[in-house]
Every structure is written in structure tokens, then in C-alpha cells.
């Protein structure tokens, strides 16, 4: 299975910056150790191009996000500063998923290592997303002729917001988003399909809510291909979350989502999204689980690929 990844998802910041930037590297660290017992190949991604990034976004804002042109006000609104490193990071974020995502169609299942940047809208960024990779990723795959129809699985804690906006005209991507109700944003545009639970929600009643709903998602998505953002913060020790998640619980998750897009023939580029429990190691190993996951159905996967032969993409993860 293919992951893609690159030492420039870890963001220099500014001493006391709440996001836990830590959690790449050491995602990056644990994969890497367990590339052979799982079977993955770590790679690093290209940037998104300019016309790669219209698909999802206005012009004017991308590049002014090019340039260091943005208002105090939006970069307030995204969380960074804005550098240069800042943009490349974006931009190597997007081309993660857009990896993943070529790989999944080959493959079935491809990794992002980063990537479920879900509030970055049309023409702006917020909480922490600069670009939209899933709709990135999904329209270029549309442009190329890869796929039709697409579908956007969102089961980080927050509501997609800019992910709905984007999409929100766009009957050849469906949008679906479970996540707490009382979080972040404060505006949720509506999503093809929005489930929000209350605080407190627990395994128990999180995966069979999912049970029932993954079928009728399916049912109206008709997908071609899948991204699914696998966040960890409903995790129950998450300072951003609200929901109570075990890891036991998460891991359910993502094997009840893997299996059932596998069952249904459909390729998933799987992105980390969420995650801020006050030790990034914590989070680390919560994501690691995802990969994990991703590589057994990838492993299933294959016998069905065999004999698909088609160019590797992007360059070997060097050692830090």
C-alpha cells in the first residue's frame, strides 16, 4: 500500500502554538518503522499545481495564497502564519491525497499521511486548512476521466464546512459528515448528508449509528471512488473533541468504513484529518491504527488488483 508523506508536513511554529504539528513526524517515524510487517511503501508527494488547486478554489485566493497576500484576518481565521514552508505544506498536502488517490484506483486503498484539511472553502481557509484536498483530489480524478462519481466520507469531529460549500452545486460528489454536534464550526452549510451527535456520544452508539448509515450513503453516492478523512479527535481524550471514542471504538470505525468500501468495489484515499489530545504521541498511534487498518483491507485488496501494472508516482521518503 502507498503512503505518501513528506518531512515538510511539520510546520515550524511559533512557541505555544496550540496545533500539535509533532503528530506528523512521529506518524511518519511509527509507519516507516512498520513499513515491511505492514507492507507499505512510503512516498513522497509533488505539490498541487495552481490549476490542481482551481478545481476546488478560487483563483484570486490561491493566488494570493501564493504570493503572502492574505488579510490578518484570514490568516486569524486559518491559524498559521503565513511563510513560504506554510504554503509548500498545503501544497504537498493536497498532492499527498491526489497520490493517494491514484494509487486507490490501481490499488484500492492509498494513504495520506496528513491531508482532511475539510474547512478550507471556496475562497478561504479556516480552522487549520488552507486547500481542500479531498475536493482536490476527487475533481482532478473527475478531469482526467479516472471516475464520475465521487464521495467524500468525513468522520472527523468537526463538520466539513468548506468541503459542503464547495460542493455544495456539485451533484457528482457526495458529501457526508458525522461529527459533534456543539463544535466547531458555528455555521455548518449542509452536507449531502449530516449526522450530528451529542456530546458525550460513545462507541456503542457512534458505530451503530455508522452501521446503519453507511449503506444509505453508498445508495445515494453511487461513487466511482471514495476519500475518506479518518480523524482522530472523537477520540474521548481529545482536547478539541467532544464525543468519547475509545481507541478500540475508532478502530472499529475505520474497519467498518475500509471493509464496506472494499466490499463494494469502491478505492479509498484514506487522510488523517483530526487529532489534539494534549500528547501527540497519543495521536500518532491513533492515526498509525488507521494505517494499520488501511494496509490489512489493501492486502485483501490486492489479490483482486493482480496483474494491474501502471507507473509508481513520487519520490522514496528519505531518512530525517
Known amino acids: 500500500m502507498r503512503c505518501f508523506y513528506t518531512h515538510q508536513f511539520e510546520l515550524p511554529l511559533p512557541p505555544g502554538h496550540p496545533f500539535p504539528m509533532a503528530k506528523y513526524r512521529l506518524l511518519y517515524e511509527r509507519v516507516a518503522a512498520a513499513a515491511r510487517e505492514l507492507d507499505v511503501e512510503l512516498l513522497e508527494p509533488r505539490p498541487a499545481s495552481f490549476e490542481e488547486l482551481c478545481l476546488a478554489h478560487d483563483p484570486d485566493y490561491v493566488r494570493r495564497v501564493f504570493e503572502g497576500r492574505l488579510s490578518a484576518s484570514e490568516l486569524r481565521r486559518i491559524g498559521f502564519p503565513w511563510s513560504e514552508a506554510m504554503v509548500e505544506r498545503c501544497r504537498r498536502s493536497v498532492g499527498a491525497t491526489l497520490g493517494a488517490l491514484q494509487a486507490a484506483l490501481g490499488e484500492g486503498v492509498g494513504v495520506n499521511l496528513a491531508g482532511g484539511t475539510h474547512h478550507a472553502g471556496r475562497a478561504r481557509g479556516g480552522g487549520y486548512c488552507v486547500f481542500n484536498d479531498a475536493v482536490v483530489a476527487l475533481r482532478a480524478a473527475q478531469r482526467l ?145 488507521t494505517v494499520a487498518i488501511a494496509a490489512g483491507v489493501a492486502r485483501l485488496q490486492r489479490k483482486l488488483n493482480e496483474g494491474f501494472s501502471e507507473p509508481r508516482c513520487g519520490a522514496r521518503i528519505p531518512p530525517s
Not at 459528515?177 to 456543539?182: G, I, P, Q
Not at 464496506?260 to 500528547?279: F, K, N, R, S, W
Open 145 to 289: 476521466g479516472s471516475i464520475g462519481r465521487g464521495l467524500i466520507i468525513d468522520l472527523d469531529v468537526h463538520q466539513g464546512d468548506g468541503t459542503a460549500e464547495i460542493c455544495r452545486a456539485d451533484g457528482s460528489i457526495y458529501t457526508f459528515s458525522m461529527h459533534a454536534e456543539r463544535n466547531y464550526p458555528a455555521v455548518k452549510p449542509p452536507s449531502d448528508l449530516d449526522i450530528a451527535l451529542p456530546d458525550g456520544t460513545d462507541d456503542a452508539a457512534y458505530l451503530e449509528r455508522l452501521a446503519t448509515t453507511l449503506p444509505r450513503v453508498l445508495a445515494a453516492a453511487r461513487p466511482d471512488a471514495a476519500v475518506y478523512l479518518a480523524g482522530a479527535d472523537p477520540f474521548v481524550g481529545d482536547r478539541l473533541g467532544r464525543l468519547a471514542l475509545s481507541a478500540d471504538g475508532l478502530a472499529a470505525r475505520d474497519r467498518l468504513v475500509l471493509e464496506t468500501l472494499a466490499g463494494a468495489g469502491i478505492p479509498v484515499a484514506v487522510c488523517m484529518a483530526g487529532g489534539y489530545a494534549e500528547d501527540a504521541a497519543v495521536i500518532a498511534e491513533l492515526h498509525f491504527a
